[in-house]
């Protein structure tokens, strides 16, 4: 089984229409962030938590929003989907000492 | 923060050794350099991290100078396989990773 796991990997909506991208992890570590990647771009850091009680905006947090339910689950919630929004969506997870990051397989997102 | 700066692209040979060189101004004392490789629609994949002088792997080698403001990400003898994006990545001062566009690696025949 893969140790970063993405639901849903695909997902087509509506503009205004609420979405929730779950993010699931058996590493074990406390660390989790979620990343868009436009095409023919780099990965944007969008939030991230250093453990259950700690979380973070990143570079591009406006129209997200997250929820760390437990170690092992991250997710990302986007209230009110715009085209824009419109991307390929990573989680990852990382270790404390080395900060290692382990990337999930990606929810791809088209926001009509 | 820390803030990393490489070639926005690179062309190569299949057999030939590829170089890319990352600078790396502010990286703080503690922190580790770690370089990611990425396939289109993939999430990026680990490659090889190293906090000084040289560390190799089966995969690539990484060399850092003494002042650990730059290093470079050695691919030895690459493929058509090898073509990808490759990020150059250093904690920001709260370590959270941030990546930038990369390098694009283009191999050819």
């Known amino acids: 089984d893969a140790d970063v796991t993405q639901t849903p990997r695909n997902r087509i909506t509506k503009t205004g229409k609420r979405i929730m991208l779950e993010c699931s992890q058996t590493?074990?570590?406390?660390?989790m962030y979620w990343y868009r990647q436009d095409p023919g771009l780099g990965l944007r850091l969008i939030y991230y938590?250093?453990?259950?009680?700690?979380?973070n905006k990143g570079e591009i947090s406006d129209g997200y929003s997250v929820s760390r339910q437990a170690q092992a689950k991250f997710s990302l919630s986007l209230e009110s989907a715009i085209p824009n929004q419109t991307a390929l969506y990573f989680c990852?997870?990382?270790?404390?000492?080395?900060?290692?990051?382990?990337f999930g397989p990606g929810t791809r997102l088209t926001v009509l | 923060l820390a803030k990393t700066t490489q070639p926005i692209s690179m062309d190569s040979y299949e057999g030939q050794e590829v170089n890319i060189t990352c600078s790396h101004n502010n990286i703080a004392t503690n922190d580790y350099i770690t370089w990611y490789q990425q396939f289109p629609s993939q999430g990026p994949r680990f490659i090889i991290q190293?906090?000084?002088t040289k560390v190799t792997n089966e995969v690539a080698s990484l060399f850092i100078p003494a002042d650990r403001k730059s290093s470079t990400l050695s691919l030895p003898r690459v493929s058509l396989s090898d073509t990808a994006v490759y990020y150059c990545l250093v904690p920001t001062r709260r370590r959270a990773l941030t990546f930038g566009s990369g390098t694009r690696l283009q191999v050819q025949p």
């Open positions: 938590s250093f453990d259950v009680k700690d979380i």
């Open positions: 590493k074990g570590h406390d660390r």
């Open positions: 190293g906090y000084k």
């Open positions: 990852a997870t990382s270790d404390q000492v080395t900060d290692t990051q382990y």
